[in-house]
């Protein structure tokens, strides 16, 4: 990430969990602070028969809730809009880091409050 290396107060939003490199996206979010990652097209039946997130990276993706950002590609998705918002409910995350990632971390980065 040399941009990153060299902007480190730069803001990144980092498209589809960096799939297929979601580990080591994980691991840049982890190390910066200015760092999200947004969901677009991420646990949906589409993204899940190509690249589904293991067991680590969900537990990492839990513990970073204040920094993933819901993302949809609406309109140029190839599933209904809902199902992007339902993938995220069967995680299984709990309500706080669903309201987190589809509002709150927004709002608080685009400074909506």
Known sequence: MPVLARHPALVAVIAHLGAPETTEFLDVVQQRP???LDTTMSFTDFMNRIR???PEE???LADLG???LFGSDFPSI???YA???HALVR???GPDWLRAVLRDNA???LDLS
Request: glycine share 4%.
């Open 34 to 36: 200015n760092t999200y």
């Open 52 to 54: 589904p997130m293991t």
């Open 58 to 60: 969900l537990r990492r």
């Open 66 to 68: 204040d920094r993933v």
């Open 78 to 80: 190839p599933y209904p």
């Open 83 to 85: 199902h992007a918002v």
């Open 91 to 93: 995680l299984g995350m």
């Open 107 to 109: 709002a608080r980065l």
